[in-house]
């Protein structure tokens, strides 16, 4: 209730100099308190007079305070379900992307067994030139099979005590009389390279048989044919190559009279 009109009227009251607690303990003791509260008073006036418009912008700012702070909550809940949306966009972003990066990598595998698979239809597109061949070769094979197994089976009975030049007469020969009797054979039969193959060959050649035709010739006729053979060796080439051929099979070599015999056990 106390007014600046009031403050005003006891301003000239509180100016004076014997206006105090201890000068009016002398005059009267019991009402001395009420100077010390008419002084306290006027100075709280002074001091809440420059509190109030302070408290009055604390109320506002308190209640701007407030607003912005629902305003903020607002925002952050807000803020909450768009960070949600985004989440929710983020996860379906990186499984687009994931899916997107497992369907990269199958095409690429896809591209790849198709580049291998082209390379092999290309390569096989060559091979199938060969197999048709070679089918029609087979079936070549087949239906002289018999005449070149007759010429096989001759060569190996009869052609061991003649040269090479009676050998290829004979095998002329026996053409002639297979083509009277329509039996069919390879017009290019190398008997050679069917009762033997190149690596028993070079296996003979490095235990010293000679590489030429008719000592192959020889030795197919020696190891193939189901007859004992004799072998008339002035060079002893025959006999190193048997013995070396034999060595591991328990042969025993026996010399007589310049003749040589060759026995198994």
Known sequence: TIT?????LLEP??????????????????????????????YFYGINKEVL???????????????????????????DEKQMELDQVQAMYDSAMKEKQALLDDAEACRRKMNN????IEGLGGEKLRWTASS????????????????????????GPFNQEYRNLLLQLWKKEMDNSKIPYSNDLNLTGMLIDNATMGEWNLQGLPNDDLSIQNGIIVTKASRYPLLIDPQGQGKIWIKNMEKNNGLQVKSSFNTFYVCHF
Do not use: H
């Open 117 to 120: 698979a082209t390379a092999l």
């Open 53 to 79: 418009p302070l408290k009055a912008n604390l109320a506002l700012q308190e209640g701007r305070l407030a607003a912005a702070e629902t305003e903020l909550n607002n925002a952050q809940i807000q803020l």
């Open 4 to 8: 600046g009109e009031t403050v005003e």
């Open 136 to 159: 029609k070769n087979f079936q070549n094979q087949i239906v002289n099979l018999v005449g070149n197994v007759l010429l096989a089976t001759g060569f190996l009975s009869y052609s």
């Open 13 to 42: 009251y509180l100016d004076m100099e014997d206006y105090n607690l201890e000068m009016a303990k002398k005059v009267c003791g019991n009402v001395a308190g009420l100077c010390s509260w008419t002084q306290a008073m006027a």
